[in-house]
């Protein structure tokens, strides 16, 4: 029997690292379409259903924030996995509280990447994004090792 490949749709503005990322999820066997605009994704999201949807959260003049109510109502049970080079410990807050599975900083390894997809199709039982950021925070970044002191704080806020 042959395994059926898991549709997946990757959202950015930076031509580049959106080929390496379908390359990279090309040879892990998934079904890869790309949007290089939130209006190019919103277009391919009324296509048939992706069952991962990976997006940089700026593009351009828009947000994928924005396109968390198209991608969640045309693919349901899609997990959502949010990059970033500028992030902040209120866009990792938001991020979870609008149902993404997980928020992953820019630079990152496509190791890292590929990682996080497997966790996010493999059950999701674990996100790493954050429940709640608690109270408004003036610290921003886009080092990774920042975006894990975001998450690590959003996860203590509530205690």
Known sequence: MV???TRVLVVDDDSSLLEMMRLTLTKEGHDVQTASS???ARTLLDEPRYELVVSDIYLGDESAIDLLDQIQSSNPDAAIILVTAQGTVETAAAARTAGVFDYVAKPFKLS???E???AA???RDEPS???DAGPESMIIGNHPSIVEVFKAVARVAPT
């Open 3 to 5: 395994k059926r490949k």
């Open 116 to 118: 996080r997809v497997r």
């Open 129 to 131: 994004v954050p429940v």
């Open 112 to 114: 890292q990447l590929v």
């Open 38 to 40: 939130a209006a190019e």
């Open 121 to 123: 199709l493999g059950g």
